[in-house]
């Protein structure tokens, strides 16, 4: 062990035994392996027509060399009147996936349960078995929808948490509003409801929102939403919790780093909240476009749950990472699924035009040859 003077340093356990987490191929490196400049980036779930200019206008303004507000005070102020929710009960995170960490930071200890769905979000497992705690995952069912009277049940076993996200990464639909009150009547004083809703600006008209769904409710919860998706402000990092209670809040504040969320994404998010306009319509294209592919896939005869989202799920009958090396191929970059017993499916983010064109063509091509490898022709 003469090459590592440090072997003796003893690792936390919990840390040193996570799952990596399956983040998309980083561009650059798309572009090495398949020799296409133009490379598809569909496996992140970033939005495709870029962000409000005002974004752009407000970065010119921005004094790096200056700290950022630690208390995110303007941006705070802005989603509290959206929102209509004191701001005292919001808490801003360098990404909400820092969100996720604290709230397992302030809440768990080792043996702590926590109870998240499968297929699911990577983080909703990774931070919490990071602060020790055991995961206990519910299946969803075999057409991959919520199985809420498992959740429920799952739920009365009084977990110290229930991460979920509605509408749901990386399958697609959302809690509808009775399910969601089914949910909430069901969880005990113990057990702390985090609904991820990174995807709500997506999701239908009727799905409820989860912030005004859970106000009033008793519970204890936390309601996470990003700007890294409808916004567009994914390289920035920007994204918050909202929370039932300021002590809540408090926790969360204090489990995380003083100065989290730099002045760039600070003035970013709150000019995005200033032109809603524009998320909107990007929000709207995205959405026809996702019907659209929908639509096509469903004519090639594949499975993909219809989704609430910016992306679809497409059980492609094939092994994903084998599917994703095609899809390289033609330069278009998707995330092939690994989760046991989704191994056949991959996740697809709804791009421009052109780009979903390219998949459907490179789609089409996967499936004949596997029809042709299978018929011997
Ligand atoms: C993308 C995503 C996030 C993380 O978003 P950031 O704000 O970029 O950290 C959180 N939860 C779910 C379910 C997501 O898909």
Redesign the pocket.
């Known amino acids: 062990m003469a090459d590592f003077p440090n072997a003796g340093v003893r690792l936390n356990p919990h840390v040193a035994g996570l799952p990596p987490y399956n983040a998309g191929m980083n561009i650059d490196v798309a572009r090495r392996r398949c020799g296409f400049e133009n490379v598809a980036a569909l496996a992140s ?1 970033e939005n495709p027509h870029g962000c409000s200019p005002k974004v752009k206008a407000a970065l010119a303004q921005l004094n790096p060399s200056r700290y950022s507000d630690p208390a995110c005070a303007a941006l705070r102020k802005a989603l509290g009147s959206k929102l209509d929710v004191a701001p005292e009960r919001i808490v801003i ?1 360098n ?4 969100m ?1 960490a604290a709230i397992c930071r302030a809440v768990l200890r080792p043996f702590s349960t926590v109870v998240t769905v499968v297929p699911g ?1 990577g ?1 909703h497992e990774i931070e919490p078995r990071a602060n020790g705690a055991k995961i206990v995952k519910v299946a969803m069912t075999r057409d991959l929808e919520f199985d809420l009277d498992a959740l429920i049940l799952a739920v009365r076993k009084k977990p110290s948490i229930i991460f979920l ?1 509605s509408p749901s ?1 990386p399958v697609g639909p959302a809690l509808d509003g009775d399910g969601l009150a089914r949910l909430i009547a069901a969880v005990p004083s113990e057990t702390l409801l985090v609904l ?1 809703e ?2 709500f600006e997506f999701s239908d008209e009727e799905t409820p929102d989860g912030i005004k769904a859970l106000a009033d409710t008793g519970i204890s919860y936390v309601v ?1 939403r ?4 409808a916004y567009g402000l ?1 390289g920035l ?3 918050y919790a909202v929370t039932s209670d300021e002590r809540l809040a408090q926790a969360m504040s204090s489990a995380k780093t003083p100065f989290n969320v730099n002045a760039a994404a600070q003035l970013a998010a709150v000019a995005a909240l200033e032109d809603e306009t524009w998320m909107r319509q990007s929000v709207a294209a995205v959405k026809a476009e996702r019907d659209r592919m929908a639509r096509r896939i469903a004519s090639l005869g594949l499975f993909a749950p219809k989704s609430q989202t910016n992306f679809l799920f497409i059980d492609v009958g094939y092994d994903s990472m084998a599917a994703f090396d095609h899809f390289l191929s033609h330069g278009i970059v998707v995330k092939p699924w690994k989760e046991p017993g989704f191994e056949s499916f991959v996740r697809v983010t709804v791009g421009l035009s052109a780009e979903n064109d390219r998949f459907l063509d490179a789609l089409t091509l996967l499936i004949g040859e596997h029809a042709a490898a299978r018929t011997g022709r």
Not at 95 to 98: D, F, I, K, T, V
């Open positions: 779930n995170g990404g909400s996936e820092e996720i979000f983080l996200s990464n991820d990174a995807y996470l990003t700007f890294s998706k994914a990092r920007v994204g």
